[in-house]
């Protein structure tokens, strides 16, 4: 069975920094696409990055060069360094962990809020 467990999130000022991880559980763990999503009060799940069992990353345009996912392999924990935060990043962060396309495990989310 697939868990999907995040850590990290909290308050911060905007300007500031802060990291999530996420673990995961399971024998596909180490294959899967994992990533970060996000939702924002009364608005969709978007996406914020993902990254690659081989590195490749993708990034939403509004987190490009403030934002950074990595990834270690042999724990199947997945980053994600949010630098110079700002308001709008205020949101409920969702791991995820990709092992085929059309199959998605879902952590419970960590809250993440800037204030300014």
């Known amino acids: 069975q697939v868990q999907v467990v995040e850590s990290g999130g909290g308050l911060v000022q905007a300007g500031g920094s802060l990291r999530l991880s996420c673990t995961a559980s399971?024998?596909?763990?180490?294959?899967?696409?994992m990533g970060w999503y996000r939702q924002a009060p009364g608005k969709q799940r978007d996406l914020v990055a993902t990254?690659?069992?081989?590195?490749?990353?993708t990034y939403a345009d509004s987190v490009k060069g403030r934002f950074t996912i990595s990834r270690d392999n042999s724990k199947n924990t997945v980053y994600l360094q949010m630098n110079n935060v700002v308001a709008d990043d205020t949101a409920v962060y969702y791991c995820?962990?990709?092992?085929?396309?059309?199959?998605?495990?879902w952590g419970k989310g960590t809250l993440v809020t800037v204030s300014s």
């Open positions: 990254i690659t069992r081989g590195g490749t990353t």
């Open positions: 995820n962990l990709r092992p085929f396309i059309g199959v998605d495990f």
């Open positions: 399971g024998s596909i763990a180490s294959r899967a696409t």
